[in-house]
Nanobody, 120 residues
């Protein structure tokens, strides 16, 4: 089993920045593609960003392109989401997830989420 723990969420003013971290334990992160998802109140969970094994490929939702950056440090078993120019519509619970099959495939493990609130 892999355990994923997100951190770094909080309250920020519009235009501000946050850096989310996702620390993995129980399995070696280097074997997994990783993704960040979010779910706002009353909405379905949506894909935010993904990064392939070895970090060679990244993918982003159109709504965050140019503002968010996903990265990974396999030596630390950690994945990051750098969020800049935050908007109130970015407010959501953010989850990280791990997939053996790739960023666009089914995810095998999920974290418990971290709240991001952007005030205008």
């Amino acid at each position: 089993q892999m355990r994923l723990v997100e951190s770094g969420g909080g309250l920020v003013l519009a235009g501000g920045s946050l850096r989310l971290s996702c620390a993995a334990s129980g399995r070696n992160l280097r074997n997994y593609a990783m993704g960040w998802f979010r779910q706002a109140p009353g909405k379905e969970r949506e894909f935010v960003a993904g990064i392939s094994v070895n970090g060679g490929n990244t993918d982003y939702a159109d709504s965050v392109k140019g503002r968010f950056t996903i990265s990974r440090d396999d030596a630390k078993n950690t994945v990051y989401l750098e969020m800049n120019s935050l908007k109130p519509e970015d407010t959501a619970i953010y989850y990280c997830a791990a997939s053996l099959a790739g960023t666009k495939s089914e995810y095998d493990y999920w974290g418990q989420g971290t709240q991001v609130t952007v005030s205008s």
